[in-house]
């Protein structure tokens, strides 16, 4: 029995001691070769090199046939939620947005940068202010292209900002009762996509950790 024990001690010990085999897995360096040669609307090539069929012939949809298939309802923004109109004052108003696209412009030249978050740690700080200009200052810009998505799911609220239907939206995909392109809502620039709230839940944290999350 000792050397049982003694045996499998020393297995234990080894264990400890050897990596594990998907460590070097874990972290990979982004460098500008490897996103270059990245296949469109990924951001690291990870398909297997020996992958199957199926692997090699899957297709991406298009911006242009996502248009064709998501909704187009009318929006109406709220002038007292948008800087972007044709007043002066609301002219001075939109600088910082234009300042803030261009200091994420500069952190997209360093690295891939394909989703930012708008948050606080209190509510009503702005998020859907910054989040509704922030937005539009990009789309302005030439082949710029956002998809809003307002994952506030305990008080949504930038329908109102962009004066869009609120429903169908997140939690009604999440909860599998619409698909992405029933709540994918095309603004009058087509440039600007936009996925509300959605119906209230009474459950919306569980929602969001979900696996269609």
Not at 12 to 35: D, K
Not at 97 to 117: C, E, G, M, N, P
Not at 125 to 154: C, H, M
Not at 161 to 186: K, M, N, V, W
Request: aromatic share 6%; with cysteine; charged share 25%.
């Amino acid at each position: 029995m000792s050397r049982i024990h003694d045996a499998l001690k020393k297995a234990a010990e080894e264990r400890a001691w050897q990596p594990p085999a998907s460590s070097a897995q874990t972290f990979v360096e982004v460098t500008e070769g490897n996103i270059r040669s990245a296949p469109a609307g990924n951001g690291l090539d990870t398909a297997p090199k020996n992958g199957s069929a199926k692997a090699d012939k899957q297709t991406f949809l298009r911006f242009e046939q996502l248009l064709n298939r998501c909704a187009h309802p009318k929006w109406t923004l709220d002038p007292r939620m948008s800087v972007f109109g044709g007043t002066d004052s609301k002219k001075i108003g939109a600088e910082p947005f234009r300042t803030l696209r261009s200091r994420l412009s500069q952190i997209a030249d360093t690295r891939l940068l394909k989703r930012v978050v708008i948050t606080s740690s209190v509510p009503a700080e702005g998020k859907t202010f910054v989040a509704a200009n922030l937005a539009q200052s990009i789309v302005r810009q030439p082949d710029r292209r956002v998809l809003l998505i307002d994952a506030d799911l305990r008080a949504s609220s930038l329908h109102l900002a962009l004066g869009a239907p609120s429903t169908p939206g997140l939690t009604d995909y999440l909860r599998g009762e619409a698909d992405e392109f029933a709540i994918i809502q095309s603004g009058p620039d087509q440039n600007l996509c936009f996925i509300p709230g959605g119906n209230e839940v009474s459950n919306p944290s569980e929602l969001l950790l979900g696996e269609r999350m």
